[in-house]
């Protein structure tokens, strides 16, 4: 768990979870049902991409930033 605090993609999901909530309460442009939308719709993409992610790991097709690919070694 530890690791997804550390995880770029964590906190920008969670910024902007939170940025139509915010723009709501300071602007008023943007209305609640709106904000609330667009808040869950960032954070159920980021978990089914999360959860995309973590299913190529266990089953071993992830590719390793570290390992080269086909394109590095043409």
Known sequence: ???KLKSRKFWFALLGAILPIV???LTGDVTWETA??????????????QGYVDAQEASGDAVSPSSPSSEDTA
């Open 1 to 3: 768990m530890l690791e």
């Open 23 to 25: 723009a709501q309460i």
């Open 36 to 49: 609330l939308q667009l808040s869950s719709a960032i954070i159920v993409a980021y978990i089914f991409g």
